[in-house]
């Protein structure tokens, strides 16, 4: 059974840093972002080919709590879970803390149309609605 | 009297362009946080300033909503407006338009903390309650 | 007679300084990048109608030459210069220095190659070497 | 023995791709820094502890030839490789090529002052210089 959610680790760059020695709130959005990549590749399908075939995931909206700080270099460890936010829009929660010691960093969500390559809202193609369904309780 | 809101023209960068042809999400917070910046300097003393004083306004919570795509090259007009979010936060409302067309683009606001330089809460300065005392109304 | 260089004026966004207190390095390719936009346009022809009508400069070497500090909210003066590179290709080259003081901040240049949608060398269009031989001396 | 070159393999995000479909080319720049970061520690010290020894390596040269597209989702591979420039600035050259292809991406160099906190330069500490004579022949 495919997972809905994923769980990533990874290490702050220098140019995630700001002046205050803490990351720059923008790359929460990055971060999220890479999760959904990678979740969906976990799903069995990468986003990538979710575009070749001709379905987009424009956010409709972002947003982020800050929670604690993180420095360059620190090891993050990032969960993101999937889930349809009615019959048309999907919802990625995203929940980030420090690797070693747990202590919340940022969490957050996104909402998305799903549309053509247009633009245009469709219908979620079945292949995803077979995806969102195979679990029983989505939300993390 | 200071104006507790400023508005900024600007053009979308090659780099803020994915290969979805519109902005990318996260340049929306990086967009903020200069409407900030512009704010502040309108206000009578730059952020800058503020910082070299001791004040940090590290954000707590950011939120966006995404109205309508902007490709590059379009010129944007950024409305950003401060407020005391109760007596120990601020918050900053931003509406971003395309700028010849008046046609949204995104919206949102992000919260803040009032710290000193280690991150510790501190009571709002008074030139800064005295700033946003200005004004009658500061909602937008 | 169209300018074949452009000088702009900007200033530091918190988003472009690392916890060194100086501009993050990776930042100059992006201020040379939009050198360049606001350059074509002084020409005459925006680079977006450049793109519109089939043209494409990706970048095929970039050099940065780091030569001062510059902190959040500097005033930076961009001084950016085009002329071709042999028959085929463009090469721009940037100064940027401190707005007050004249001090260095860095320099560097970009060389382009002239290509259509899918990234075929073309020839420079008859637009792009009248607007490059309107000036007897290129080089600033 | 130390190794004074790294491998890593990663994937090109969303927010590194621009409207031309391949990588936006200041993104170079910030994974030749992510190298250096994971080649120092490789070589048994972090480059955050190099910085909490008071050791700065700023930026003074930076240098990038563009060789191939690379799209969303593409696995890298990039080799770092660091030795002495001189007896007072380390060089670190770079090469990234398509994983499972080996075509070329980009290559290029960086160049770096070795100074204090502050930015004064300063002899290359004991260790740095240990470490750098371990290998016989340090060009990759």
């Known amino acids: 059974m495919p997972q809905l959610h994923h769980v990533q680790v990874f290490r702050i760059r220098y140019s995630d840093v700001d002046q205050m020695g803490t990351y720059y709130n923008a790359r929460a959005l990055e971060w999220f972002e890479w999760g959904r990549t990678e979740l969906c590749r976990t799903l069995g399908k990468s986003y990538r080919q979710w ?66 390559r247009s633009g245009r809202p469709i219908r979620p193609p079945k292949w995803l609605l077979a995806l969102m369904e195979t679990s029983g309780n989505p939300t993390p």
Request: hydrophobic share 35%; proline share 3%; with cysteine.
């Open 51 to 116: 575009e070749e075939e001709g379905v987009r995931l424009p956010v409709m909206t972002a947003h982020v709590d800050y929670q604690g700080r993180a420095q360059y270099d620190d090891e993050l460890r990032m969960t993101t879970t999937a889930r349809m936010d009615g019959r048309a829009k999907m919802r990625f929660d995203v929940e980030i803390v420090q690797s070693e010691t747990a202590a919340p960093v940022c969490r957050g969500h996104t909402i998305h149309a799903i549309t053509d």
